[in-house]
């Protein structure tokens, strides 16, 4: 479906901001414009969910959570960073591999089962784009993630 993709993730931040319990800031760096993507709602629904979710559960209190969505050439860029305890540089990579958890003891008590990443990537994947993380221990993780956009198709309905 297409679908106005701006729209659509300011949904979803709004329905983590509302259930939100904790105090941890939203700040949204979003273009002002409607960008049409053609995307499976259900499945990047459950993608950004899950990134949401981590940035949550690895977040300490009083930290900042920040959406970005950037037009890049024949993609988007869609970025969620947080100010949380970061993932190791040599963990980077394996944290989208099934039932890889970074630190057991570290994550026991926070529960999940390893699963989210693994997922996204095999969703996005199915959609054409790329999912990657960049982070930096103790200081956060940015989730970044592309789907394939072109700017000419809007045109077509004018
Ligand atoms: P599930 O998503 O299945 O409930 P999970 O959150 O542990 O479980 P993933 O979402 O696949 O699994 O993430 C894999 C691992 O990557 C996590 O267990 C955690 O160690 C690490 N991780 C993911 N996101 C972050 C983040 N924002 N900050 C720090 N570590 C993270
Ligand atoms: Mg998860």
Redesign the pocket.
């Known amino acids: 479906n297409w679908i106005d993709f701006v729209k659509f993730f300011n949904h979803i931040i709004d329905r983590f901001d509302m259930m939100k319990e904790r105090d941890i800031t939203f700040k949204r760096l979003l273009p002002n414009k409607v960008i049409f993507v053609e995307v499976d709602e259900d499945k990047i629904t459950q993608v950004i969910d899950?990134?949401i979710?981590?940035?949550l559960?690895?977040?300490p209190d009083g930290g900042q959570i920040t959406f970005r969505l950037k037009e890049l050439d024949g993609k988007v860029e869609i970025s969620?960073s947080?100010q949380?305890?970061?993932?190791p540089k040599d963990?980077i990579d394996?944290?989208?591999?099934?039932?890889?958890?970074?630190?057991r003891a570290?994550?026991r008590q926070?529960?999940?089962?390893?699963?989210?990443?693994?997922?996204?990537k095999e969703m996005i994947s199915a959609q054409g784009g790329e999912i990657w993380?960049k982070?930096k221990e103790g200081k956060?993780?940015t989730?970044l993630f592309t789907l394939p956009y072109d700017p000419v198709q809007e045109d077509d309905w004018s």
């Open positions: 899950n990134i979710s981590n940035a559960k690895y977040s969620i947080d949380g305890i970061g993932i963990n394996r944290v989208f591999q099934r039932f890889y958890r970074v630190d570290r994550t926070l529960g999940g089962t390893g699963l989210g990443l693994a997922i996204a993380a982070s956060g993780t989730i």
